[in-house]
């Protein structure tokens, strides 16, 4: 609860007993300082969304503000498979270990197996993918992600490959 100084009980008494003129209940000036600088003090807080990569061609977007990632596949992955046919997705709020196996993507040219880039919880997944595989192809960077996984360890995510570190990577293949 708020207590107020006189001077601010002057205030309110003076402008509510002033029923002809329509003024502010409370000017800055009738609020004691202390009061007035807590009311205009905000939180500002960046939200971070990076990307990070991994050897076999994943990538995920991390927002640390929801400790969320969204898992999809590289550009470079989706120009070797060629056409995408069929997408095998992961189950909603199945738990996944960094490494392990959560889907399949299979193209007229090959199929291949989809690696968790970090462990955690499985939020949801583009149910889009099942009628539309070929997003991997169009927007496999955007509209064709896979899955957003709830980090469970969020420093995994620092140990995946930045995008200069994963652009020589792809150079050297």
Known sequence: MISLLPATRQALRTSSSSSAIRRPL????????????????TTVRAQAVSKR??????????????NIGKVGIT??????????????????GSTVDMGEQIGAVESVKAASDIYSPVSGVIESVNDQLGNEPGLLNKSPEDKGWLCAIKLASPNEFETLLDEKAYQALCEDS
Request: charged share 20%.
């Open 26 to 41: 409370l000017s800055p000036a009738a609020l004691p300082a202390a009061c007035l600088s807590r009311s205009l003090q």
């Open 53 to 66: 990569f991994t050897a076999e061609h994943e990538w995920v977007s991390f927002d640390d503000a929801t």
């Open 75 to 92: 550009d470079y992955a989706q120009k070797s498979l060629g056409d995408v046919v069929y997408v095998e997705l992961p189950s909603e």
